[in-house]
C-alpha cells in the first residue's frame, strides 16, 4: 500500500510541480496541482494516443491511492463511494476491486455497481426520493440497506424492502462548503427519531443516522455538528431499547482546486474526535462510521484536455482577451456555474517559467451559442501571450462531476467523452 502512495503523489518534487506552469491569477502563492504525476501520466497518455478533445481521462492509479489514503486516515470507517461523482465503469470496477462499498441513487447506478463487479451487500441505496418500482427493483436486486428521511418513503421501503436496514438523513447546516444541500434532503431531529423508531415497528431495521455536510468542504470541523446531532438521537432511541449500529457521515472531502483545501488528516482528526466526543457525551460507545465519499476519490485523478477554438478582444483597447476553448457548461465544466469551482489551468504547449511571466488577463468560455457558458469572468486567470488557436487547455482534478453532469448533444457537441488509464 505504501508502495503505490510513494509512486502517486504526495512526495511530487518541486521541478515536477513547476513543469506544470498551473495558470491563475499569475500572482501572490503558487497553486499546486493534487496529484502532478497523475497530470503527468495523462499528458504521456495523450501524447501516446492522440484523441479527439474534449475528453476527460481517469487515472486509475490515483482512484486507488485516494481510497488507501482514506482509509489509512479513518481505519474503522465503511467507505461507500458516491457513484454520482464518477459512474465511469472503470473507476467502479477498480474501487470494488479494492473493497470499497457504493452508494447508489437509482436502478440504473445499481445494475452498473453489479456489472463492474460489486456484491449487492455492499450497496446502499442513498437516495431519499425513490419510486416504489425501484425500491421493489433495488431490493430483486438484493440491496439492503437504504436511506430515508420521510414517512411515505419509511413506509414504501417497508412494503417493498421488507427487512433492509435503514439510515435515516437528517438536515445538516453545509456551512464552509462550496456546495450546500440546503434543505431538500434531511429531516429534523425529532422527525428522524421518530422514523428510527418506527422502522422497527414496520419490520425494517434501524441503521443509523446520515447527514451530507455539503461538498467540496473546506472546514474539517463542520462534521460535528451532525455527528453531535446524531449522538443525541442515538441516545434518545438507546432509552427506548433501540441500539443505532451506524452513523453515516456522507461525503463532502474536497478535491484540489484554486481555492486550497486542508490536508486530509485534518479532516480525519476532527471527525475521529468529534464522534468520540459526542457519543462519550451521551455515556454511549462510537457507531461503526460510514463514508461516503464521491468527489475526494475521483477528482484530482481526472484532467480534462479541450483545444482552444477562438481568441478574440472586444475591442482594440482591451486589455483582456476572450478564449473560447472546446469545452464548457454543457460538456463537463458544469461546475463552473457561478464559478464555483475554479480549476486549475495548464497548457501542454506552454510549460516552464516564459509561459507564466509572459501571460495576460483572459475570460474563459465554453463553445456553445448560450449566453451562460462562459467558464470563467470573475475569476480572474492569466494565460500566455503566446497562446494560439489550436493550443489545448488541460484542467486539472476534474474526476469529479464533469463527465457525468454533461448534456448529451446541447447545440450538437458531443457529450464528454471519459478514458481510463
Ligand atoms: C453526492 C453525495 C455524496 C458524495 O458527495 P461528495 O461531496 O462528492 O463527497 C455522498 N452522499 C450522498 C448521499 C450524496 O448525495
Known amino acids: 500500500m505504501t508502495g503505490i502512495a510513494s509512486d502517486v503523489d504526495g512526495l511530487s518534487t518541486r521541478a515536477e510541480q513547476s513543469a506544470l506552469s498551473l495558470f491563475t491569477h499569475g500572482g501572490g502563492d503558487r497553486p499546486e496541482a493534487g496529484a502532478p504525476k ?38 474503522s470507517a465503511r467507505m461507500y463511494y458516491a457513484v454520482k461523482a464518477n459512474p465511469a465503469p472503470e473507476v467502479v470496477r477498480e474501487l470494488a476491486t479494492i473493497g470499497s462499498s457504493f452508494d447508489v441513487a437509482s436502478v440504473p447506478e445499481i445494475e452498473l455497481c453489479l456489472a463492474e463487479g460489486a456484491s449487492a451487500q455492499n450497496l446502499c441505496y442513498g437516495n431519499t426520493i425513490k419510486k416504489r418500482a425501484d425500491i421493489a427493483r433495488a431490493y430483486e436486486l438484493g440491496v439492503r440497506l437504504y436511506t430515508t428521511d420521510s414517512e411515505a418513503d419509511l413506509e414504501a421501503l417497508a412494503e417493498h424492502a421488507p427487512g433492509s436496514s435503514v439510515f435515516c438523513r437528517v438536515q445538516a447546516a453545509g456551512h464552509g462548503a462550496v456546495y450546500s444541500f440546503g434543505s431538500k434532503f434531511g429531516c429534523s431531529p425529532e422527525l428522524a427519531e421518530s422514523l428510527l423508531l418506527r422502522a422497527g415497528k414496520l419490520g425494517l431495521v434501524a ?11 473546506l472546514d474539517p470541523s463542520a462534521w460535528s455538528a451532525g455527528i453531535e446531532q446524531a449522538a443525541s438521537i442515538a441516545s434518545r432511541l438507546a432509552a427506548q431499547g433501540v441500539r443505532l449500529p451506524l452513523l453515516n457521515i456522507g461525503g463532502g472531502l474536497p478535491g484540489s482546486y484554486t481555492q486550497s483545501a486542508p490536508p486530509l488528516g485534518d479532516y480525519a482528526d476532527a471527525i475521529s474526535a468529534a464522534a468520540r466526543e459526542h457519543f462519550a457525551a451521551v455515556g454511549l460507545e462510537a457507531p461503526q462510521l460510514v463514508l461516503e465519499p464521491g468527489r475526494f476519490l475521483v477528482a484530482d485523478a481526472g484532467l480534462l484536455r479541450s483545444e482552444v477554438v477562438l481568441i478574440s478582444r472586444k475591442s482594440p483597447e482591451d486589455e483582456h482577451r476572450w478564449v473560447y476553448v472546446d469545452a464548457g457548461r454543457y460538456n463537463g465544466l458544469t461546475e463552473t456555474e457561478g464559478e464555483c469551482v475554479a480549476y486549475l489551468i495548464s497548457s501542454p504547449e506552454h510549460t516552464g517559467e516564459e509561459a507564466e511571466s509572459e501571460s495576460g488577463p483572459v475570460y ?58
Do not use: M
Not at 60 to 68: C, F, M, Q
Open 38 to 75: 497523475a497530470v503527468a501520466r495523462i499528458r504521456e497518455f495523450l501524447r501516446d494516443n492522440p484523441t479527439p478533445s474534449p475528453c476527460v481521462v481517469i487515472d486509475l492509479a490515483t482512484v486507488r491511492e485516494r481510497y488507501w489514503q482514506l482509509t489509512a486516515a479513518l481505519p
Open 207 to 217: 441503521g443509523g443516522v446520515s447527514f451530507h455536510a455539503g461538498s467540496q468542504q
Open 364 to 421: 474563459l468560455a465554453g463553445p456553445t451559442c448560450d449566453g451562460d457558458d462562459v467558464l470563467y469572468q470573475r475569476t480572474v486567470y492569466r494565460l500566455p501571450s503566446a497562446l494560439r488557436v489550436g493550443d489545448h487547455l488541460d484542467f486539472l482534478s476534474t474526476g469529479a462531476y464533469t463527465a457525468s453532469y454533461a448534456s448529451i448533444a446541447f447545440n450538437g457537441f458531443s457529450p464528454l467523452k471519459t478514458l481510463c488509464i
